[in-house]
């Protein structure tokens, strides 16, 4: 148990280092719109807009979307219920975050999951957008601790969780 309770620490003071850094309202204005695109919309949109480019590997690709984002949520749920870790505000009282988060606990990130699942489906079908990819995902993650609801840990877990499940999901549909 020590060792949790060393990288719980560790979290906090990273959060805190990092959000009393930040103090420019632009970077939360842009921090605001990176994790609204990390909503979930671009999981629906980008296989729309595939469609509408006749793109060949259209029907792969949306299997392994699906099939990933569906095991994903699960593993998500499951873990953000269970674990029950509190968000940043409740560990520090003088703090409030930019934004009001969508559920109570904070650990996965389920922005980050989804934003590295998205990002790793879609590079392994167009690697070519890979850097691309992965930099918006990044930055969404990177978001959720400027906005202040979650610690930089909460983020990590679930980038390695989102993009783990998507090369696990396409290795088993044979997309890789």
């Not at 904070?106 to 691309?132: C, E, I, K, N, Q």
Request: hydrophobic share 50%.
């Amino acid at each position: 148990m020590d060792i949790l309770n060393k990288l719980q620490y560790a979290d906090v003071r990273a959060f805190s280092w990092l959000t009393s850094s930040i103090r420019n309202p632009r970077i939360f204005t842009l921090a605001k719109a990176l994790s609204k695109s990390g909503d979930g919309y671009l999981h629906i949109g980008i296989p729309v807009l595939l469609l509408s480019l006749k793109a060949d590997d259209f029907a792969q690709l949306c299997l392994v979307l699906a099939l990933a984002v569906s095991i994903e949520r699960a593993i998500y749920w499951i873990l953000k219920n269970s674990l029950k870790r509190r968000r940043p505000q409740d560990y520090q009282p003088n703090f409030r975050s930019l934004i009001t988060p969508s559920d109570q606990f904070s650990f996965p990130s389920g922005h980050s999951s989804g934003a590295f699942l998205l990002a790793t489906v879609l590079a392994s079908s167009y690697s070519g957008t890979a850097l691309v990819l992965y930099l918006w995902a990044i930055s969404v993650a990177l978001s959720r601790v400027v906005l202040g609801v979650h610690f930089p840990g909460d983020t990590i877990a679930g980038a390695i969780m989102g993009g783990g499940i998507a090369m696990g999901t396409a290795s088993i549909l044979g997309a890789l």
